[in-house]
């Protein structure tokens, strides 16, 4: 069972944000782009600061998982920092999972926020502390963008990460950005937008429970483990992944998170944007893994690995409605509600 809801005080300009690399090493590989996103971060008036692991280069991680996880630790430990925010995902973060100090973790509520392989974070610590972390923009891809961020992805960060009421409906974005992050930076330029294509609806109605944003590799990571999730009865927010990805993966991974029984009765399904030139494949194998449902579900939400980034609240009250998606619950507290 899920422990209680745990509420993170809400984000507010001038507090300091810990910038962590958790799995993959994108600031070494990276590090004008790395650069970039902490200068953008200050620019929107936050503090940051690093950790040993965060610039560090050990093979396909930035560390060992007990030198990453103790980064993460020490983050949330420290009362001075309001925020963690992860640099870029990757497939790793698991090996964190057994070296948390979950103690600690549940005594200082802090927002946390990334996508992709962070999902494993997300979901193990909900289902062992109850905290409300935030499936949103990372430091490289999204922070990072030339010149400045998309303000969809900065505007949404800033209102969802200081909500200490309901947010209300996740707004459309009026554009989509799909060129790869190598070329603009190329070029010296931000990346290109196009006009959004609409959100579509597979099956209508609507339906009510709790967010649960994933990567749809990553949460199989949880699968089997002690950190298994239990996503019954909630509206599932599926991220496809890029970098090669393809529609057969998604079917084997549904097959396999439906097994084990982690989103076998959902309220709602939602395939958030896909990064690929095949959609309607993907698009396909949700209808044909959804086809005995009785739930809603809708299709091209704002999302995932496509620009700009909404910022998803895990584990807070959400409605599905048409295409309508509304987070109906606060997702921090105040200050002075905050525990001590």
Known sequence: MTPRRLLAPALRPGDTIAVLTLSSPGPAQYPEVYARGIRNLKALGYWTVTAPTTLGCSGW??????????????????????GIVTTIG?????????????????ANPTVLCGYSDTTVLH??????????TFYGPALIPQWG?????????????????SATTAPGPVPPSRYVVHEDHAT??????????????????????????????????????????????????????????????????????????HQTGITADPAAVVLLRTPHHD????????????????????TGMD?????????????????????RLSIDEAPTTSRKEAPS
């Open 279 to 298: 959609a309607d494949a993907f698009e396909d194998v949700l209808a044909h893994h959804t086809r005995t449902g009785h739930y809603p579900v809708i």
């Open 303 to 323: 999302g995932g690995h496509v620009d700009p980034l909404p910022t998803y609240p895990v584990g807070v009250a959400a409605t599905v409605a048409g295409t």
């Open 145 to 161: 963008e030339h010149h400045q961020p998309f303000p969809y992805t900065a505007g949404h960060f800033r209102t969802v990460t």
């Open 123 to 132: 979901h193990a610590l909900r289902q062992t502390t109850g905290l409300v």
């Open 61 to 82: 991680t930035s560390g060992t998982p007990e030198q990453r996880a103790a980064d993460l630790n020490a983050a949330f430990a420290d009362p001075g920092i309001r």
């Open 184 to 257: 603009a930076q190329a070029a010296q330029r931000p990346r290109l937008a196009r006009p959004a294509p609409p959100r579509r609806v597979l099956r209508p109605g609507q339906a009510r429970g709790p967010l649960a944003p994933f990567c749809l590799p990553s949460l199989r990571h949880l699968a089997g483990t002690p950190w298994q999730p239990d996503l019954t009865g909630h509206v599932l927010l599926i991220d496809v992944p890029d970098g090669g990805y393809r529609p057969e993966d998604a079917d084997a991974d549904l097959t396999h998170l």
């Open 90 to 106: 990757g497939n790793h973060t698991a090996q964190l999972l057994p070296h948390l100090d979950l103690d600690t973790i549940a």
